[in-house]
């Protein structure tokens, strides 16, 4: 599951088409995990919501950086948005180096127009864009993400987040910086999460809108679901629930 998510080669051979149907629970693979995250979004959509989050990160790899857990997936994300009916999409990647090498490697080709945050001044929102997309921003891009989605209320245009980080874009966790943290949080909140797939340390939280969040344990012949919770669980939530089901075990450290 987890290699399948941040392999860029699957995300290039994988053909979205219309009527594909959700896999239940956990996805088996990327393709699956696209799928569902795609058919989230347009219930969000349907439902008058024009501004949301896509959470996907099942690496437990430290050394990948989340424009790097991001990019495959946001490339067959993508296409499904472009297969239904999203045809002109306007994606922005965190910088001028990753926006061109994704029209070079796969965007152009698609009909996509990216750009990168550093150049977005020079790049307004089109009032026939179909959907704006933006790919790992990180916490310190905050206030163009603000003017960002307010131009796009205004044009009507849904934004849609892939993976938000509270990181610089160094790496730096940002979260210690009080109210700064506080003011990302509280802004990430205005936006539905629409999917979520994150893998933690025994297992995955796993979320379809408008379902509440799974979460399950990682065994031998797969994952058994040890229960959910209509917001995403803490690092403490996590615990209890892991206890609760193995009472003569104990996890120190589950970070939410």
Not at 224 to 250: I, K, N, V
């Amino acid at each position: 599951m987890a290699s399948a998510l941040v392999g860029d080669e699957a995300a290039g051979m994988f053909k979205i088409t219309p009527g594909m149907k959700s896999e239940k629970g956990i996805p088996s693979s990327m393709e699956n995990a696209v799928v569902q995250a795609l058919l989230s979004s347009v219930d969000v959509m349907r439902k008058g919501c024009g501004r949301f989050r896509i959470d996907v990160d099942v690496s437990k790899d430290e050394t990948y950086t989340t424009l790097k857990n991001s990019i495959p997936f946001t490339r067959v994300f993508a296409k499904g948005l472009s297969v239904n009916g999203f045809t002109k999409l306007r994606i922005i990647l965190p910088d001028t180096g990753a926006a061109a090498l994704a029209t070079r490697d796969w965007a152009g080709a698609d009909g996509h127009n990216v750009v990168a945050f550093e150049r977005f001044g020079e790049t307004p929102v089109d009032d026939d864009d179909d959907a704006v997309v933006v790919v790992a921003p990180a916490a310190t891009e905050i206030a163009k993400i603000r003017a960002l989605s307010d131009t796009c209320g205004e044009k009507g245009v849904p934004i849609i987040l892939v993976n938000p980080s509270v990181k610089s874009p160094g790496g730096e966790n940002l979260g210690s910086l009080g109210a700064f943290s506080l003011g990302l949080t509280d802004f990430l909140n205005t936006f539905e999460t629409a999917y979520t797939l994150k893998a933690i340390p025994y297992g995955i939280v796993h979320r379809q809108y408008p379902a509440k969040y799974s979460i399950y344990e990682e065994v031998p012949r797969g994952f058994d679901r040890l229960g959910e919770m209509s917001t995403f669980p803490s690092g403490l939530e996590l615990e209890e629930m892991y206890q609760e089901a193995h009472p003569e075990e104990r996890v120190d450290g589950i970070e939410g």
